[in-house]
């Protein structure tokens, strides 16, 4: 049974930095049997960042629409589990004023890093508390949970100006802060393909590329992200790739075309347009010099290895 010196324990094993910036997409029954239940778990979170900056996002986007345009501050309750919804109400926690992707902040500069969300029309502009996390290389930790879950996924989508991500037109919706007054956040919303549902297919990526760890945290399966080097593995797949999550299929280079072009199994993965447009081209100018052009593709490439 996990206590909160054995979860703290795990998170310093883990090689989290606690006086950096911690943002925690989390499943509570994921981590198995807890004494004193969630509870414990946001002691230990927040003992363990006291010098630091901890960060669970607090999202309403499923509740909070054009039908239903009031995002109360202090009581709409969010959508994404009960350790946010359990954070946000505790002493000290500061929670932003975005009507749809609201975070709630505990410990340093949190009124700092949650100010002025609501400024920006869409969910994770780069001013707002998404891009805050890159700029101060926060750790992005995925307790019991994939990458489909990691919304600064969508954050790097916004900033590398993906189109059809959102919504052209704004809806009117109303932030409405602890003493009633209302402030009016014109939004655009996420709109189309679910993509967060294809960011798993970075998983080995990220990995690879060292933007990414795996561990455990009780009995949870835990992602460790650098949130710094994941934008920069993300950003250059996209403007290689800007399809890269609009299908649900796996990422798979065979070996063989990355050695053809000269460069590693990852390098090819994450420039997989350029690439893979030059190992056609080599493929085809080989056909062409010796006619054989009824040979296919793997046959080809095994013709140019042997040479």
């Given at each position: 049974m996990?206590?909160v010196k054995?979860?703290?324990?795990?998170?310093?094993?883990?090689?989290?930095?606690k006086q950096?910036?911690?943002l925690?997409?989390?499943?509570?029954?994921?981590?198995?049997?807890?004494?004193g239940?969630?509870?414990?778990v946001?002691?230990?979170?927040?003992?363990?960042?006291?010098?630091?900056?901890?960060v669970?996002?607090?999202?309403?986007?499923?509740t909070?629409?054009?039908?239903?345009?009031?995002f109360?501050?202090?009581?709409s309750?969010?959508?994404?589990?009960?350790?946010?919804?359990?954070?946000?109400?505790?002493?000290?926690v500061?929670?932003?004023?975005?009507?749809?992707?609201?975070v709630?902040?505990?410990?340093?500069?949190?009124?700092?890093?949650t100010?002025?969300?609501?400024?920006?029309?869409?969910?994770?502009?780069?001013g707002?508390?998404w891009?805050?996390l890159?700029?101060?290389?926060?750790t992005?930790l995925?307790?019991g949970?994939?990458?489909?879950?990691?919304?600064?996924?969508?954050?790097?989508?916004?900033?590398?100006?993906?189109?059809?991500?959102?919504?052209?037109?704004?809806?009117?919706?109303?932030?409405?802060?602890?003493?009633?007054?209302?402030?009016?956040?014109?939004s655009?919303?996420?709109?189309?393909?679910?993509?967060?549902e294809?960011?798993?297919?970075?998983?080995?990526?990220l990995?690879?590329?060292?933007?990414?760890?795996?561990?455990?945290?009780?009995?949870?399966?835990?992602?460790v992200c650098?949130a710094?080097?994941?934008?920069?593995?993300?950003?250059?797949?996209?403007?290689?790739?800007?399809d890269?999550f609009?299908?649900?299929?796996?990422?798979?280079?065979?070996?063989?075309?990355?050695?053809l072009?000269?460069?590693s199994?990852?390098?090819?993965?994450?420039?997989?347009?350029?690439?893979?447009?030059?190992?056609?081209?080599?493929?085809a100018?080989?056909?062409?010099?010796?006619?054989?052009?009824?040979?296919?593709?793997?046959?080809?490439?095994?013709?140019?290895?042997e040479?």
């Open positions: 996990q206590t054995s979860l703290m324990k795990k998170l310093e094993q883990l090689g989290i930095d950096g910036t911690l925690i997409h989390s499943s509570m029954k994921s981590l198995g049997e807890v004494e239940g969630a509870d414990t946001l002691d230990a979170f927040s003992d363990y960042m006291k010098d630091g900056l901890l669970l996002p607090t999202h309403t986007w499923s909070i629409n054009a039908d239903n345009p009031l109360h501050v202090g009581n309750t969010c959508c994404v589990g009960i350790l946010p919804e359990l954070f946000r109400k505790r002493p000290g500061v929670r932003s004023w975005h009507p749809t992707h609201s709630a902040a505990l410990g340093r500069d949190a009124e700092a890093f100010k002025d969300d609501h400024l920006y029309d869409t969910p994770c502009a780069r707002s508390a891009g805050k890159l700029d101060r290389k926060a992005i995925l307790v949970v994939d990458l489909k879950r990691n919304t600064f996924i969508h954050g790097v989508e916004e900033w590398v100006d993906i189109p059809g991500r959102m919504t052209d037109e704004h809806e009117m919706l109303y932030t409405v802060l602890p003493d009633g007054s209302q402030i009016s956040v014109p655009r919303r996420h709109c189309g393909l679910p993509w967060s294809h960011f798993w297919k970075v998983d080995e990526v990995v690879r590329e060292g933007a990414m760890r795996k561990g455990k945290l009780g009995d949870a399966v835990v992602r650098d710094a080097k994941t934008a920069e593995v993300i950003t250059e797949m996209l403007k290689e790739n800007p890269l609009s299908d649900n299929e796996p990422l798979h280079i065979p070996n063989c075309e990355a050695e072009v000269g460069v199994h990852e390098a090819y993965l994450r420039n997989e347009a350029r690439y893979k447009l030059q190992s056609e081209l080599l493929v100018e080989k056909q062409v010099a010796d006619g054989e052009r009824l040979l296919n593709h793997e046959q080809v490439i095994a013709k140019i290895r040479e």
